[in-house]
T-cell receptor, first 112, second 116 residues
């Protein structure tokens, strides 16, 4: 089974802190994603990466950056956390064969 | 315009009854894929079912079936014989184009509550 693992399930950070959200997948997928989920808004794409060191902005990249130094690892970075970044963050990777997207368990971030 | 519309924020269904969750989509791309995901309160997203735009038959996976009406651009999820464990958020999603990995759109979700 495909496994997408997010290192932190629950985080509480202060405004202005730098925050790292880590994601690892074990199926050699080339494409990985970071989404943000908010009530009533569904999932919104922040960034995605189609190869090592390659990244593209999604629909809401402002305030975020990403890093993909190794194929299996895709990190989301909040350079200076703000309260409006309090949300659930979902990492995902995609399988060409099954034509579907696999998600991690999610990271609940609260910025106070 | 919204790419994926789920008009039912919340629904109740009696255990063992069937339930239909609505989803409409908007695309001009002839090649697309439609997906349903389940998200329990624990947060993980569980893939349920997939329908390709060129598939002739409606997709089925166990108790899940996808009622695909291409002309109406609808892709409703039908859950037969509901179980208490089906209580969760359900998301409809669409991927546009054969390999547009950044073109994966999600609806706002439907919260399903199964009553004993």
């Amino acid at each position: 089974d495909v496994k997408v693992t997010q290192s932190s399930r629950y985080l509480v950070k202060r405004t202005g802190e730098k925050v790292f959200l880590e994601c690892v997948q074990d199926m050699d997928h080339e494409n990985m994603f970071w989404y943000r989920q908010d009530p009533g808004l569904g999932l919104r794409l922040i960034y995605f990466s189609y190869d090592v060191k390659m990244k593209e902005k999604g629909d809401i990249p402002e305030g975020y950056s990403v890093s993909r130094e190794k194929k299996e690892r895709f990190s989301l970075i909040l350079e200076s956390a703000s309260t409006n970044q309090t949300s659930m963050y979902l990492c995902a990777s995609i399988s060409d064969e099954r034509n579907t997207i696999y998600f991690g368990e999610g990271s609940w971030l609260t910025v106070v | 315009a919204q790419k994926i519309t789920q008009t039912q924020p919340g629904m109740f269904v009696q255990e063992k009854e069937a339930v239909t969750l609505d989803c409409t989509y908007d695309t001009s791309d002839p090649s697309y894929g439609l997906f349903w995901y389940k998200q329990p309160s624990s947060g993980e997203m569980i893939f349920l079912i997939y329908q390709g735009s060129y598939d002739q038959q409606n997709a089925t996976e166990g108790r899940y079936s996808l009622n695909f009406q291409k002309a109406r651009k609808s892709a409703n999820l039908v859950i037969s014989a509901s179980q208490l464990g089906d209580s969760a958020m359900y998301f409809c999603a669409m991927r546009e184009g054969p390999r547009n990995f950044n073109k994966f759109y999600f609806g706002s979700g439907t919260k399903l509550n199964v009553k004993p």
